[in-house]
C-alpha cells in the first residue's frame, strides 16, 4: 500500500474490540497522521446504550470484549 497517494481505510466493527488499555484514540490518531490528503477514514462503533448491554455480555468472556463508547 502506497500511503503517499490518498487511500480509504475502513475501521468497520473493529474499533469496539479495541480496549482503553490499547489506546484507541491514538490508534485512529496514528492511522489519520499516516494518511495522506485526499485520503478517507470510515469508523463504525457500538454506541453505549443500556438497550445494547445484553447483547454485549456474551463477549465479556471473549479474548476481545465490545468496549462500547460514548458518542461525544
Do not use: C
Not at 22 to 51: C, F, I, N, W
Request: glycine letters at 6%; aromatic letters at 6%.
Amino acid at each position: 500500500m502506497d500511503l503517499s497517494r490518498p487511500v480509504a481505510v475502513l475501521l468497520v466493527a473493529v474499533m469496539h474490540f479495541i480496549p482503553e488499555d490499547q489506546d484507541p484514540y491514538g490508534v485512529v490518531g496514528a492511522l489519520v497522521e499516516a494518511m495522506a490528503p485526499g485520503s478517507y477514514l470510515v469508523v463504525t462503533h457500538v454506541k453505549a446504550r443500556p438497550e445494547y448491554a445484553a447483547a454485549a455480555r456474551p463477549y465479556e468472556r471473549a479474548n476481545a470484549p465490545v468496549v462500547p463508547r460514548s458518542a461525544g
